[in-house]
């Protein structure tokens, strides 16, 4: 590695927090209650609930479908060997920042040709994925010249997609009768 001679910027913790944190505030600020009530509403009403992304996309997508199983929901992760067939009784909720992956849109499109309601959670709201969703929950992300550095390609979308999900986690437990307790019991524990 070259040394230039001038030492580089050093980065604090305090700082890293402060921009992350409030990028994502920023980001959630974009959804409604009304978009939230509408996906608790499809989640709940819908046969089984399938969630597809790309990369860290869909980290974030598995671990919501995590938390939909320990709440006694059908939910898996389109691609996975053991997923069922996708049917018109059955929502979709498919993640991406640039709402451009390739893979994400022909899935989209596939879910909708067999009737299936597509939540599509993206950074912009005008992509071709969005334009193949039922619903759009936009996760807009501020742009600013420390985000390379602060938090680089995706970061800030995924933070607020995963604290996004996290937030509907306490409203499917209202509404189902949940409590921690019996999430715990529906958790994996691996002996």
């Known amino acids: 590695m070259k040394k230039s001679g001038k030492e580089p910027e050093k980065v604090l913790l305090k700082q890293l927090e402060k921009f992350i944190l409030g990028n994502i505030s ?24 399938f969630l597809y992304g790309v990369g860290r996309s869909g980290l974030v997508g598995k671990a919501f479908a995590m938390r939909l199983v320990q709440m006694s929901l059908q939910a ?8 069922p067939v996708v049917t018109k009784e059955d929502l979709a909720i498919i993640i991406s920042n640039t709402g451009e992956t390739i893979s994400a849109i022909q899935t989209a499109n596939i879910l ?3 009737g299936a309601e597509v939540i599509i959670v993206s950074g912009d709201r005008t992509s071709n994925l ?12 501020p742009s600013s010249s420390k985000r390379r550095l602060y938090a680089p390609l995706g970061t800030l979308f995924e933070d607020a997609s995963l604290i996004f999900f996290d937030l509907l986690v306490p409203q499917l437990m209202t509404r189902l009768n949940e409590t921690e307790e019996s999430l715990r019991r529906r958790h994996a524990i691996w002996v």
């Open 26 to 49: 920023s980001a959630l600020n974009s959804v409604t209650q009304d978009e939230m009530d509408w996906c608790v509403d499809h989640i709940l009403s819908a046969k089984k609930v």
């Open 130 to 141: 969005a334009r193949a969703g039922n619903m759009v929950i936009h996760i807009d992300v």
């Open 112 to 114: 909708r040709r067999v």
């Open 76 to 83: 898996f992760f389109i691609g996975e060997t053991v997923s």
